[in-house]
């Protein structure tokens, strides 16, 4: 079982659509979850933290995070054309909590 | 606030060879940690660093290594260099305490000849 799991993609959604990522992991013990954001050629953004239950909000973005089924995902209202890019999972694991372990990402395409 | 700063952005180097690469932290961050980027394996973590002290060291060879220096700025070294070295490699940090996020540097594109 990979550690930390995404559905490579590419996920299409038309412009202002809700595109839905989510995210597996397999070490009970996770403390803290981030959503990056990584452009093609450039380097992994971070957009959302969060840390315990429930959902968690910034703008367009909401974060949840369900520990009891080792699943978090990132939801994107309002999708535009400029959030096209590869979203990446990150996740720190218990007893190396300065170490974060990234899933393969998640391609997002929003179509005009 | 400065980001990341990595240096040198663009490396093209030959196998056999060895290189350096720096990263600087956001002032205030004394957490460095160092990530190899490739499109079949996606991010993998090399190191990290706090306080000149390495903390979680990933699976690659001893080939591959890094330190820190007292004002928080990183090298990491790749000796005897591998076709399989090309890659980008990022640089994060983080301030090092509990579970702040990593903010990340532009990266250093390393090409193997």
């Known amino acids: 079982q990979k550690e930390v799991e995404q559905n490579s993609g590419p996920l299409s959604v038309p412009e202002g659509a809700i595109a839905s990522l989510n995210c597996t992991y397999s070490?009970?013990?996770?403390?803290?979850f981030f959503w990056y954001r990584q452009y093609s050629g450039k380097s992994p953004e971070l957009i959302m933290s969060?840390?315990?239950?429930g959902d968690q909000e910034d703008g367009r973005f909401t974060a949840q995070l369900n520990k009891a089924s080792q699943y978090v995902s990132l939801l994107i209202r309002d999708s535009q054309p400029s959030d096209s890019a590869t979203y990446l999972c990150?996740?720190?694991?218990?007893?190396?909590?300065?170490?974060?372990?990234f899933g393969k990402g998640t391609l997002l395409t929003v179509n005009p | 606030k400065a980001g990341v700063t990595q240096t040198p952005r663009y490396l093209i180097k030959t196998r056999g060879q060895q290189v350096t690469l720096s990263c600087s932290p956001i002032?205030?961050?004394?957490?460095v940690s160092w990530y190899q980027q490739t499109p079949g394996q996606g991010l993998q973590f090399l190191f990290e660093?706090?306080?000149?002290?390495?903390?979680n060291k990933g699976n690659f060879p001893g080939r591959f290594s890094g330190r820190q220096f007292s004002n928080s700025r990183s090298e990491m070294n790749v000796s005897t260099l591998e076709l399989g070295d090309s890659a980008l490699y990022l640089c994060?940090?983080?301030?090092?305490?509990?579970?702040?996020?990593?903010?990340f540097g532009d990266g250093t594109r390393l090409s193997i000849l």
């Open positions: 002032s205030g961050h004394r957490s």
């Open positions: 660093y706090f306080s000149e002290t390495q903390r």
């Open positions: 994060a940090s983080s301030v090092g305490t509990g579970l702040q996020p990593q903010h």
């Open positions: 969060i840390y315990s239950n």
């Open positions: 990150a996740v720190n694991k218990r007893g190396s909590n300065y170490k974060l372990t």
């Open positions: 070490d009970r013990g996770s403390q803290s």
